[in-house]
């Protein structure tokens, strides 16, 4: 079936978009691998930043409280939106496996 107006040299092949600083390493998981650690690393940089501000603030330096505060929500907001990311990942993963071939 031949579309008016549509000729093969007009369709071009479909492009993934990249993701910035994606590398390109020749297999996917472990392009995977390397996304999930990295974030895995950002939330445990978050948690620390925390832990050492309170530290701070408890020692008596100069920290004050608004900042330990917004450290504290500020870690607890990347450990939550790494978990509904994963979550999602791992609804994916399974909605994958269900699907018959």
């Not at 007009?10 to 994606?22: D, F, M």
């Amino acid at each position: 079936m031949r579309i008016p107006g549509l000729d093969s040299s007009s369709i071009r092949p479909v492009t993934l978009p990249s993701l910035a600083g994606e590398k390109t390493t020749g297999a996917s998981g472990s392009v995977f691998g390397e996304v999930l650690g990295e974030a895995v690393a950002r939330v445990q940089s978050f948690e620390a930043q925390s832990h050492q501000s309170l530290e701070r603030f408890l020692n008596g330096e100069s920290e004050e409280i608004h900042q330990v505060a917004l450290d504290a929500q500020r870690a607890s907001l990347q450990f939550e939106f790494f978990l509904q990311m994963r979550n999602k990942v791992v609804q994916a993963y399974q909605e994958i496996m269900r699907q018959q071939l």
